[in-house]
Structure formats: structure tokens, C-alpha cells
């Protein structure tokens, strides 16, 4: 039947009795062990209980192919026959191959399974922890928020003009900056987006009246403001001395 096995340990390969029955056939070890296991799959399907009926030696030499295999067996204290009664009987046969043997060990071997799954199951989250302390120390900083007063699609428009991204102390640099100006800080802001500057500078007024007052300006620094002697008039965008 599909699924049918047989118990055989890893150390039954090692074991003395398995090394004195190939020495009684002389054969290998290795040679002896095959016969061993197909004789063990031959009892499996014909034994109740570890007995076999209906045998004797000769039959049990034939059944393996191997004159004096019955015997050799016998020699090691795997196997009783008795040739009256024609029964052949296995020491222990039913600890390691009966129904219940066989389902001891089936729930011994997932026992072991799962108690290694859950060793396994549970180291996992752990380097998850791991993997996600590590992620999250090498996520950038968040940037930092734009100035009091200053719209932030302005500020994201002057952060692109830039070209790389502001710290927090720069930030608070060119918040104090703009309150020192004075003013809508937005329009300082676009000013400098509108000329492609690079940095932040008080506004400048480029309209006629602007105009007018830094021609003002000048004319009052080269002749020294409102002197008693002399009369200023501006022609033509000229500054022109009457006395």
C-alpha cells in the first residue's frame, strides 16, 4: 500500500549485531543491512504482532535469496524460529514497527518539526524589528517648514530655485531676514524667484516714484541736501546746480 514504511534508525547501520550477520554471510556491511531491511519489509506485510506463520528457515533463505540468512539472524538475536509449531518470531519487532510504534514516531518527528518552526517563526519577527530600525534611521530628515507670513507653494517655488534644500538653521536665518525687511515677506520671496536670485534682499521699487526718489537721493548727495545758497531743480533726469 502507498505510504506503508518501516522504522530503521540512522545508527542501525553502525550497530555491532549488523556487522557480526554480514561477517556470518560474508558479505558487506552495507550488503547486509539491504538484506536486513528487505527481510524487515517482507515481515511487515506478512507478521501479526511480530510473528510469522507458515515458515521455516529454508523458506525465510528463500524469501531473501541468501542461503543462511534464517540462521545468521538467529545467531545475532534478531529472529526465533521454531520448526514444529512453523513460526517465525521478531524480539521487538512490535516497538519500532507496529501500528502504534509507527504513529509514536510519525507524532515524535512533527513534534520536533514544529518545536524548530517555531524557533524559526519567532526569530523572524525580530530581524523584521531590525529591518525596520534600520529604515527608519536612514529616513530623511522632514523639511522644515517654511517661514511665518511666507505661503508655502512660495516657498516650495524658492526652495526648486535653489536647487538643494534648506536646514532648519537656514530657515530660521531667512525668517529673521525677512522680518528685518519688513513688509509682505511673500513679495520679498517672489522677487528673488522673479530676478533668479540667489538669496533674499529688502524690495526694490522700480516705478516712476521710486525712480524719482533715487534721482532725489543723488542729487541730495552731491550737493550736500538743502543748502540755504543754493536752488536744486531735476531736467530731463538731470541734476542741474542754480546759485
Not at 545468521?72 to 521487538?92: F, Y
Not at 515524535?108 to 529591518?131: C, G, Q, Y
Amino acid at each position: 500500500m502507498a505510504g506503508d514504511w518501516i522504522k530503521v534508525e540512522h545508527a542501525t547501520a553502525n550497530k555491532s549485531e549488523v556487522a557480526l550477520f554480514a561477517e556470518l554471510l560474508g558479505v558487506s556491511v552495507a550488503e547486509g543491512l539491504g538484506l536486513l531491511i528487505m527481510f524487515w519489509l517482507w515481515c511487515d506485510n506478512n507478521s501479526c504482532n511480530g510473528c510469522v506463520t507458515h515458515v521455516s528457515r529454508s523458506s525465510i533463505d528463500t524469501v531473501t535469496h541468501t542461503p543462511g540468512f534464517c540462521a545468521a539472524l538467529e545467531s545475532v538475536g534478531w529472529c526465533q524460529i521454531d520448526e514444529q509449531s512453523r513460526i517465525l518470531t521478531l524480539p521487538n519487532f512490535t516497538r519500532h514497527n507496529e501500528s502504534s510504534a509507527k504513529s509514536r514516531a510519525l507524532t515524535n518527528k512533527r513534534v520536533k518539526r514544529s518545536r524548530n518552526a517555531d524557533t524559526v517563526t519567532e526569530s523572524l519577527p525580530e530581524k523584521r524589528r531590525e529591518e525596520k530600525n534600520i529604515k527608519s534611521k536612514t529616513k530623511p530628515a522632514p523639511e522644515p517648514s517654511a517661514p511665518t507670513g511666507v505661503r508655502p507653494e512660495v516657498w516650495t517655488e524658492w526652495q526648486k530655485l535653489r536647487g538643494k534644500k534648506l536646514t532648519p538653521y537656514a530657515v530660521a536665518l531667512q525668517a529673521k531676514q525677512l522680518t528685518a525687511y519688513g513688509g509682505d515677506p511673500n513679495e520679498i520671496v517672489e522677487q528673488s524667484i522673479r530676478n533668479g536670485w540667489a538669496g533674499l534682499f529688502a524690495l526694490k521699487r522700480d516705478g516712476p516714484q521710486g525712480r524719482q526718489s533715487a534721482r532725489s537721493a543723488t542729487v541730495a548727495q552731491i550737493f550736500g541736501g538743502n543748502d540755504e545758497r543754493h536752488d536744486e531743480r531735476v531736467i530731463d533726469g538731470q541734476a542741474e546746480r542754480v546759485g
